[in-house]
């Protein structure tokens, strides 16, 4: 006998429980439940988004039933369409079963990203135009006009015929409604999975969680694997969405939370950075800055594969200094990139140029490149998908992320970002990048505020500071640690010059610079030739 008459048999048996502890339908046959699976690693199949795929480790695996969770917005449909038309360019038969939109409507979809829709079966489950009633004018499907058991019958009619590896259901919600009790809707999803167990199809089932009582865990237990799709509301800028695999039976996968978007060519996913699968493989070497008298103070310069942390209050010098190393690395033949989230690229080019700095030959022949940043329109998992793919497709070797500030202001949550940042940098000290960072602190003068303590992160510190003396307000910077060798401990002061920029020796005669007051304790012949006259 056909198996679809299991699906639509809704007798009062009673539930019996399976060694995995979940509800079996006594009325189906023993005989409908799939043999067992052969160890070793599953077979998967690719679901046409790279990023979702290295999540997955290669893919799902094949042959069995999968859940789509998320509120409406968030790529739903999008994913399932990728999915599907992964499989047309594999050769196989797909067909897409919807309850809710109607084919047109998915074929707009299709079209606004781009793809040809040629292979694609749509099978829209939806009343006929003119039988449409006044109370279903506020649904496509209204679960009054046809009974489950017809419905069900229906789809799977449709779906042996087309014999598909690929099956999307959209969406659950109106099954459910059409279920209206709750345990019957558990059993037509466990009879839908034992129909498609041996048939060597894969089924993604969507969820938009929009009927009542449709949080709770039934269904996460009888998938194979579910698929959590998540859309974060911030207060300005961008909704950030983010994906995360919420079980894979006998699968590895990568946990946690991985960022995505949404573009024109379907869902683009971040996933998540381990600095622990990446090996390290590096020479380290000093990273020159260009000034002697700098490079001293740090005993030779900062190190390959090191992160350093410029921190100090707005407008003393950090951002320039910074560009100052990447400039010197792209002069060397070497990749540098800039990302600033604060300055704009015109004012930092322009006034790079009145300090003698003049990019436009790095930037030419592709050596340093300049990114502005706006945090409101980014994500942290897009962000450090550009710096891996750097590394990775451009042997990227000085990087300057100018500044933390403006990366806190792309985090949703402040108590993320420590770890978001440990990651990051972790992965590029494996790959020898110097890593410099850029911190601005509150106050000018005196006491300073941080608004995040990153300095632990960090394999070096140079502390910024103004300092007043003979009615003027100049600079000072300081190296305050560094873990990959020996450094002064002097200060010095950093002069801006008409078309220049220049480190002077260090402050001896003064006491007190770091406090932004001064004493002078040097003989008064030393005040006329002191670097900071």
Known sequence: MDDRNDLIQHSAAVPVKSANGHAIDSALPATSLPAAPNCGKPDRIATGIKGLDDILNG?????????????????????????????????????????????????????SHGWATDGLQIYEMVPPQDDLSAEAQYTVFHPSEVELADT?????????????????????SELRMLARDPLKYRRQILALKRHFAGRSCTVLLLDDRTAEGSHDLQLQSIAHGVIMMQSLERDFGIKRRRLEVRKLRGSSYREG???????????????????????????????????????????????TGTSTLFI??????????????????????????????????????????????????????????????????????????????LVEEQNLRVLVIDSMNGFLNAMPHEQFLAMQLHELLAYLGQQGVATI??????GFIGTMQTPVDVSYLADTVLLFRYFEYAGEIRQALSVIKKRSGRHERTI??????????????????????????????????????????
């Open 437 to 442: 960072l850029t911190l601005a602190q509150h």
């Open 59 to 111: 893919g799902l695996p094949k042959g069995h039933l999968y859940l789509i969770e998320g509120d409406p917005g968030t790529g739903k449909t999008t994913i399932a369409l990728q999915f599907l038309l992964e499989g047309i360019r594999q050769g196989e038969n797909v067909i897409y079963v919807t309850l809710s939109e109607s084919k047109s409507e998915l074929e707009q979809v299709a079209h």
């Open 152 to 172: 069900i019958t229906a789809i799977l009619e449709q779906v042996d015929e087309t014999k598909p590896q690929r099956v999307v259901f959209d969406s659950l």
């Open 312 to 389: 100090g209050p707005a407008g003393c010098g950090k951002s320039t200094i910074a560009l100052r190393y990447a400039m010197s690395a792209a002069q060397r033949g070497e990749k540098a990139m800039i990302f600033t989230f604060d300055e704009a690229f015109a004012t930092l080019i322009e006034r790079a140029k009145g300090l003698g700095l003049d990019t436009t030959e790095c930037m030419a022949n592709g050596r340093l490149e300049i990114q502005q940043i706006d945090p409101a329109e980014l994500a942290p998992g897009e962000f450090v998908s550009r710096v891996r793919k």
């Open 257 to 303: 939370f991985h960022d995505y978007t949404i573009e024109t060519g379907g869902l683009v996913i971040f996933p998540r950075l381990i600095a622990a699968e990446h090996k390290p493989g590096f020479e380290r070497k000093p990273v020159p800055s260009g000034f002697k008298e700098l490079d001293e103070l740090f005993g030779g310069g900062i190190d």
């Open 492 to 533: 010095r002061e950093l002069k801006f010059n008409e078309g220049s920029l220049s480190v002077g020796e260090a402050l001896k005669d003064f006491k007190g610079v770091l406090s932004g007051i001064p004493n002078f304790i040097g003989s008064s012949s030393k005040v006329e030739n002191s670097p900071a006259s």
